[in-house]
């Protein structure tokens, strides 16, 4: 089955670095699109960054120029790099796995069928 194991969050202070990792096994990790969602307490689950299998990327503007979204297929593993935190960047991070969709669609957690279970990121002023 399709397992999505998410690490590296943690407690930082603002204009530090995070860097999350997604261990990915039970599928054909290469084929898929691979996502990262955060979700903030009493707030809805938002796009992050995206990537495909051709290796394209698409980033949130809230996070552009800050975050970098990457994949190593041998690996299996998705992540996810983070500079310049600031304290609204605070949430449950999780990664997620996705079959064929639109450009558009990319950073919607609907068209999402497999996540993992989240690490927590907070950052502090």
Not at 34 to 55: C, H, N, T, Y
Request: with cysteine; net charge positive; aromatic share 12%.
């Amino acid at each position: 089955q399709v397992q999505l194991v998410e690490s590296g969050g943690g407690s930082v202070q603002a204009g530090g670095s995070l860097r999350l990792s997604c261990a990915a096994s039970g599928y054909t990790y290469s084929t898929y699109i691979m996502a990262w969602f955060r979700q903030a307490p009493g707030k809805e689950r938002e796009g992050v960054a995206a990537i495909d299998s051709g290796l394209s990327t698409r980033h949130a503007e809230s996070v552009k120029g800050r975050f970098t979204i990457s994949r190593d297929n041998a690996k299996k593993t998705l992540y996810l790099q983070m500079n310049s935190l600031k304290p609204e960047d605070t949430a449950m991070y999780y990664c997620a796995a996705g079959g064929a969709m639109t450009w558009s669609s990319l950073l919607s957690p609907s068209f999402y069928g497999y996540w993992g279970q989240g690490t927590q990121v907070t950052v502090s002023s």
